[in-house]
């Protein structure tokens, strides 16, 4: 299965989608109104962004990539063919740690679920977790966003680099022999651009960013 993601849920949503995600809405006010954090008034109208990020596995490939810079200040080798990301024994720890005050240089990336759950446009530090939430836990993609461009800065990634071009795709079937920089990470980079894509949007207009 794929993971997908959106931003601006409400826009052109049939009538059981609205109400149903108004009441979702109304849910992450009342956790931030808990945590004396300010709310936001979800948009029902402009641009939605909709698209696929890759399927499950990918996304713990690009939080890999940050949990090492986190602990160890370097990008990790790519990972070997027939590898999972999930069998990364620094990953691992992370995930059974807990989100804290003062976070992580990557916790909005790496503490939330990999299927569901959303990122709203309000800037705080800790994840919240809330067994209120769907997915358990509520990242800021304003955060998310700066996590995601410290990223790809380490990874020497181009920010507006497209990434349904043909450079990323030949990078994501594999990197050539001689490759460097994030062409040795295909799937991580493109995992990066597009949740850099989506959290851009949710930061400037104002909708929350939701996996699903």
Do not use: N
């Not at 993609?141 to 020497?156: H, I, N, P, T, Y």
């Not at 990323?168 to 022999?177: E, F």
């Amino acid at each position: 299965m794929g993971l997908d993601v959106m931003v601006g849920a409400l826009i052109d949503a049939e009538q059981d989608t609205a109400d149903w995600f108004r009441e979702e809405c109304a849910t992450i006010r009342a956790v931030l109104e808990r945590e004396g954090l300010p709310g936001w008034r979800e948009p029902e109208t402009g641009e939605q962004f909709c698209d696929r990020v890759w399927g499950y596995s990918g996304l713990h490939t690009l939080r890999r990539v940050a949990v090492h810079l986190a602990t160890k200040g370097q990008l990790p080798e790519p990972l070997e063919d027939g590898r999972r990301a999930t069998d990364d024994e620094l990953l691992r720890e992370a995930y059974f740690d807990v989100p804290d005050d003062p976070p992580g240089p990557f916790d909005h990336l790496v503490h939330h679920s990999d299927c569901e759950g959303y990122y709203v446009p309000v800037d705080f530090g800790p994840v919240l977790v809330d067994e209120e939430l769907s997915g358990g836990s509520l990242g800021s993609s304003v955060r998310l966003l700066a996590e995601l461009k410290a990223l790809a800065e380490a990874l020497g990634l181009p920010e507006d680099l497209d990434p349904d071009s043909e450079e990323v795709s030949d990078a994501c079937d594999g990197p050539a022999p001689d490759a460097e920089g994030w062409r040795r990470y295909g799937t991580e980079s493109f995992i990066c651009l597009q949740l850099m894509r989506a959290a851009r949007h949710s930061v400037a207009t104002g909708a929350v960013m939701a996996f699903c």
